[in-house]
């Protein structure tokens, strides 16, 4: 446990904040941005991101950044400042400009190649009886056309016929009420489905940072940042042909499914289609931007776009297919704070990754205090999020006349002498949450098959909805003014959210399910209808080798292979009882209720096992002490904060033996024993003071660790086969 706590005390510089640095507002000079540095530096501050908000022209009240993006100058200047960085024990991200961005790096490279033109695939209508005529819009390719019979309701009521196109019309005739729809894609963004235009769009950023400052890589330059990478296409020149190479049929033979039927043939088709989505961003970007960091030595942070962000499942298909296994891709994965932390600290916990990326807090105004800021990280602290990435820090202001989704958390502020209290702490615990592993007894099937296989172009029908809201109760919501706490939350109990890839590649056994260094004692399904044949394989052998399985409204179907034996086992497993179906979320509780809690606090924690050491990070309130009363999104926010909403101390259980209990304090680094009383039933109790901070780490050397050893020693266990 010393080693541990050493590791806690003395941490690495790199896991300081790591404030976005914006060079926009006023023309660079290298001795102003050194002089800059050696205050981020005086503050405990050792990191940053350089960003540029008006590359190519005046944008969001700046004016265009001088020295111009890209110049020769503006490369000699950033040399410069990893130079600088060197010399000071600084480290450098530099950011991507794909997503947010003025620099129009995508709409450069169209104007070069126009089939590096993402597209998009959409429909015009029409209803009724008789004489029936649709035409595509301008600016539209059509590719076919369909009568669909209706019912009164007007829904889909029997087969669909392929109607002939007619130059950019399809017209014919009905006795009886059809829809005729004809499907077109639409010129739109960038083909990332194209490996070529990938690799050209990655050539001319991240090419270029290599070839200028490629020398500082994995020294100085430590990453890059993402931020709102845009909504992947859903057609593409070659997307029909690649669509029947991978699964073996005419997708435009079938293409109106995308729009129209629920039953199972349509939902296949949507799924089938997402699949290939995924499948073709992540080959073409996803996994070649991932190597290309890897390669060098840097990681990559994101914090994606609009509600995808938050991990709402019915937005995430929207934008990018399949979320969790196009963005496993990043060594950081993350949001701001109106996303969500759960399910990007799950990304890393499931993919081997360490940090996980939590942008804020911007827009929040001038007048945020340190100890108001604290209380607004430890939440997402405590859901797993450990980079932390200030927005922001100003070149300038010019003179309190420009600013950029304030605050500056820097220099300007008069809090700024007693950052170095506050950095301090925030770097001891976003490095020790790194350290071990996490431990953690509950993950959360998050509902991506069901939600494409009942996503259509028009919008979710009831199985995704139903699937998203249940989804939504579990997690709850972390969204920084508008945080709602999930059904496990309020239980206490700590959870990840498991991709259907990751689920599937886990192994089975003694009571667990397990991915990587994680094992799940408790997999819950959020009214899942439907999932993968090799899901319903590894929740088969799952429940079969002890572990818990909680299913929420439906028991789901196979959908990708009809007549799977696995779906037929998976029900009878339900059935006989050895698995669990209940009929809302709020009973998730109940079903979860004897499997024994490793800790059990007033509040939701975070428990990490660091080799002969566990540590637990305490807040003393949650989500926070803060409460909003009043939000107008960027504009507005009456809050009110005060410390004594914190509890000035709390009761925590651990499971097992641990003689030696002891308190870190994340502001000061000191420690301190704690007396722990042995209860009943396997559990010590110790009183956990906060009498310097709203939030402690607890350390305790587990006695033998004798349940670790069995934990794992199962996995062979998994490996034998199953019979069906």
């Given at each position: 446990?010393?080693?541990?706590?050493?590791?806690?005390?003395?941490?690495?510089?790199?896991?300081?904040?790591?404030?976005?640095?914006?060079?926009?507002?006023?023309?660079?000079?290298?001795?102003?941005?050194?002089?800059?540095?050696?205050?981020?530096?005086?503050?405990?501050?050792y990191n940053v991101v350089v960003l540029n908000l008006a590359p190519t022209g005046p944008m969001h009240?700046?004016?265009?950044?001088?020295?111009?993006?890209?110049?020769?100058?503006?490369?000699?200047?950033?040399?410069?400042?990893?130079?600088?960085?060197?010399?000071?024990?600084?480290?450098?991200?530099?950011?991507?400009?794909?997503?947010?961005?003025?620099?129009?790096?995508?709409?450069?490279?169209?104007?070069?190649?126009?089939?590096?033109?993402?597209?998009?695939?959409?429909?015009?209508?029409?209803?009724?009886?008789?004489?029936?005529?649709?035409?595509?819009?301008?600016?539209?390719?059509?590719?076919?056309?369909?009568?669909?019979?209706?019912?009164?309701?007007?829904?889909?009521?029997?087969?669909?016929?392929?109607?002939?196109?007619?130059?950019?019309?399809?017209?014919?005739?009905?006795?009886?009420?059809?829809?005729?729809?004809?499907?077109?894609?639409?010129?739109?963004?960038?083909?990332?489905?194209?490996?070529?235009?990938?690799?050209?769009?990655?050539?001319?950023?991240?090419?270029?940072?290599?070839?200028?400052?490629?020398?500082?890589?994995?020294?100085?330059?430590?990453?890059?940042?993402?931020?709102?990478?845009?909504?992947?296409?859903?057609?593409?020149?070659?997307?029909?042909?690649?669509?029947?190479?991978?699964?073996?049929?005419?997708?435009?033979?079938?293409?109106?499914?995308?729009?129209?039927?629920?039953?199972?043939?349509?939902?296949?088709?949507?799924?089938?289609?997402?699949?290939?989505?995924?499948?073709?961003?992540?080959?073409?970007?996803?996994?070649?931007?991932?190597?290309?960091?890897?390669?060098?030595?840097?990681?990559?942070?994101?914090?994606?776009?609009?509600?995808?962000?938050?991990?709402?499942?019915?937005?995430?298909?929207?934008?990018?297919?399949?979320?969790?296994?196009?963005?496993?891709?990043?060594?950081?994965?993350?949001?701001?704070?109106?996303?969500?932390?759960?399910?990007?600290?799950?990304?890393?916990?499931?993919?081997?990754?360490?940090?996980?990326?939590?942008?804020?807090?911007?827009?929040?105004?001038?007048?945020?205090?340190?100890?108001?800021?604290?209380?607004?990280?430890?939440?997402?602290?405590?859901?797993?999020?450990?980079?932390?990435?200030?927005?922001?820090?100003?070149?300038?202001?010019?003179?309190?006349?420009?600013?950029?989704?304030?605050?500056?958390?820097?220099?300007?502020?008069?809090?700024?002498?007693?950052?170095?209290?506050?950095?301090?702490?925030?770097?001891?615990?976003?490095?020790?949450?790194?350290?071990?592993?996490?431990?953690?007894?509950?993950?959360?099937?998050?509902?991506?098959?069901?939600?494409?296989?009942?996503?259509?172009?028009?919008?979710?029908?009831?199985?995704?909805?139903?699937?998203?809201?249940?989804?939504?109760?579990?997690?709850?919501?972390?969204?920084?003014?508008?945080?709602?706490?999930?059904?496990?939350?309020?239980?206490?109990?700590?959870?990840?959210?498991?991709?259907?890839?990751?689920?599937?590649?886990?192994?089975?056994?003694?009571?667990?399910?397990?991915?990587?260094?994680?094992?799940?004692?408790?997999?819950?399904?959020?009214?899942?209808?439907?999932?993968?044949?090799?899901?319903a394989e590894m929740l088969v052998r799952f429940v079969r080798g002890g572990g818990r399985l909680v299913?929420?409204?439906?028991?789901?179907?196979?959908?990708?292979?009809?007549?799977?034996?696995?779906?037929?086992?998976?029900?009878?497993?339900?059935?006989?009882?050895?698995?669990?179906?209940?009929?809302?979320?709020?009973?998730?509780?109940?079903?979860?209720?004897?499997?024994?809690?490793?800790?059990?606090?007033?509040?939701?924690?975070?428990?990490?096992?660091?080799?002969?050491?566990?540590?637990?990070?305490?807040?003393?309130?949650?989500?926070?002490?803060?409460?909003?009363?009043?939000?107008?999104?960027?504009?507005?926010?009456?809050?009110?904060?005060?410390?004594?909403?914190?509890?000035?101390?709390?009761?925590?259980?651990?499971?097992?033996?641990?003689?030696?209990?002891?308190?870190?304090?994340?502001?000061?680094?000191?420690?301190?024993?704690?007396?722990?009383?042995?209860?009943?039933?396997?559990?010590?109790?110790?009183?956990?003071?906060?009498?310097?901070?709203?939030?402690?780490?607890?350390?305790?050397?587990?006695?033998?660790?004798?349940?670790?050893?069995?934990?794992?020693?199962?996995?062979?266990?998994?490996?034998?086969?199953?019979?069906?």
């Amino acid at each position: 446990m010393e080693n541990v706590y050493r590791q806690f005390a003395d941490p690495p510089k790199t896991f300081s904040p790591v404030p976005i640095w914006w060079w926009s507002g006023d023309e660079l000079k290298i001795d102003r941005l050194k002089w800059q540095m050696d205050r981020l530096a005086e503050g405990g501050v050792y990191n940053v991101v350089v960003l540029n908000l008006a590359p190519t022209g005046p944008m969001h009240g700046s004016d265009a950044d001088r020295p111009r993006f890209f110049s020769d100058e503006w490369w000699d200047i950033f040399d410069q400042v990893c130079a600088y960085a060197a010399e000071k024990g600084m480290f450098v991200y530099f950011y991507d400009q794909i997503g947010f961005s003025g620099a129009n790096l995508q709409g450069e490279l169209v104007r070069e190649n126009r089939e590096f033109a993402g597209q998009f695939v959409e429909s015009a209508a029409v209803e009724g009886t008789g004489e029936l005529a649709v035409e595509c819009p301008s600016g539209g390719k059509p590719i076919c056309a369909f009568a669909i019979p209706l019912d009164g309701a007007g829904k889909a009521a029997g087969l669909a016929v392929r109607v002939p196109l007619l130059g950019n019309k399809a017209a014919a005739a009905f006795a009886s009420p059809h829809r005729l729809r004809l499907i077109y894609a639409v010129p739109r963004n960038f083909n990332y489905f194209s490996p070529e235009a990938c690799e050209r769009l990655l050539q001319k950023m991240h090419g270029q940072i290599e070839r200028r400052l490629g020398r500082w890589f994995g020294k100085v330059s430590v990453g890059s940042f993402q931020d709102e990478f845009p909504d992947v296409p859903t057609w593409s020149a070659d997307f029909a042909e690649q669509f029947r190479a991978r699964k073996g049929y005419e997708l435009t033979d079938v293409l109106y499914c995308l729009w129209e039927g629920e039953d199972e043939d349509a939902q296949r088709v949507r799924r089938d289609f997402q699949d290939v989505r995924a499948a073709l961003i992540e080959e073409a970007f996803f996994r070649p931007f991932f190597e290309w960091h890897e390669r060098r030595g840097l990681i990559c942070g994101f914090d994606q776009q609009g509600v995808a962000r938050t991990g709402e499942p019915v937005a995430t298909v929207k934008s990018y297919a399949d979320y969790l296994r196009t963005h496993r891709w990043y060594a950081a994965p993350g949001s701001d704070h109106h996303g969500e932390a759960k399910i990007h600290s799950s990304l890393a916990h499931t993919g081997g990754k360490e940090r996980v990326w939590i942008e804020s807090f911007h827009s929040s105004g001038w007048g945020g205090t340190l100890e108001e800021t604290f209380d607004w990280l430890l939440p997402w602290l405590r859901a797993g999020a450990n980079l932390y990435n200030p927005h922001a820090v100003y070149y300038t202001t010019r003179g309190g006349w420009y600013e950029w989704a304030p605050p500056s958390t820097c220099w300007r502020q008069p809090y700024w002498r007693h950052y170095p209290l506050f950095s301090g702490a925030v770097t001891r615990l976003c490095h020790i949450l790194t350290r071990g592993r996490h431990v953690c007894d509950v993950g959360v099937l998050y509902p991506t098959t069901t939600v494409q296989a009942n996503l259509t172009m028009d919008g979710p029908l009831a199985p995704a909805l139903a699937a998203s809201e249940c989804y939504r109760a579990l997690v709850g919501t972390m969204h920084w003014t508008d945080t709602k706490t999930g059904i496990l939350d309020a239980d206490r109990r700590d959870f990840d959210v498991l991709g259907e890839d990751a689920a599937a590649e886990a192994e089975a056994g003694g009571g667990a399910l397990r991915i990587r260094d994680e094992a799940y004692k408790a997999v819950v399904l959020p009214h899942c209808t439907v999932v993968l044949n090799r899901t319903a394989e590894m929740l088969v052998r799952f429940v079969r080798g002890g572990g818990r399985l909680v299913a929420v409204g439906a028991v789901p179907a196979v959908l990708d292979e009809p007549g799977s034996p696995w779906e037929e086992e998976l029900r009878r497993l339900f059935e006989e009882g050895a698995a669990v179906r209940v009929d809302a979320a709020e009973r998730v509780p109940e079903a979860l209720r004897d499997l024994p809690r490793e800790v059990d606090a007033p509040v939701p924690t975070l428990h990490r096992r660091v080799g002969d050491a566990d540590v637990l990070f305490v807040p003393a309130a949650f989500p926070r002490a803060t409460v909003f009363e009043r939000v107008d999104w960027y504009r507005t926010r009456d809050y009110s904060f005060t410390p004594d909403r914190y509890r000035r101390s709390m009761k925590v259980r651990i499971r097992g033996s641990a003689p030696e209990v002891e308190l870190w304090d994340p502001l000061t680094a000191r420690r301190t024993k704690l007396a722990a009383a042995e209860l009943g039933g396997g559990y010590v109790e110790v009183e956990v003071p906060f009498e310097h901070g709203p939030a402690a780490v607890l350390a305790w050397r587990r006695d033998g660790g004798a349940r670790e050893a069995d934990g794992r020693s199962a996995a062979a266990q998994s490996r034998a086969p199953a019979e069906v």
